[in-house]
């Protein structure tokens, strides 16, 4: 069953985010995030419930390099990604997202 991959409008904030503090900390370490970024979101399209499950139908994919997390919920049309986090920064902070 193939699924639509939806975004909460908040996740590109903190895409953007994210990147810009990766390209503060060391040359090329934002360059680096984004293919890291799309090769988990491929892995989660194709294997959707491979992630580690948080609560119910939700999951967080690590990002094996960054210390965030692509959180997402599994419906059964859409992988709705709830956030692009931080692991240890405000934890828990897109749980009222759905």
Sequence with gaps: MSRELWF??????????ALDFYAQ??????RRFVPEFEHALEQ????????APLHGRLRRKLLPS???SLIYR???????VLAVAHQKRRPF?????S
């Design 8 to 17: 909460h409008p908040d996740t590109e904030a903190e895409l953007t985010e």
């Design 25 to 30: 900390q060391g040359p090329g370490l934002d």
């Design 44 to 51: 989660i399209v194709r294997f959707p419930e491979a992630a």
């Design 66 to 68: 960054y210390p965030c």
């Design 74 to 80: 599994l419906t059964d049309t859409q992988i709705r």
């Design 93 to 97: 902070y897109w749980r009222t997202r």
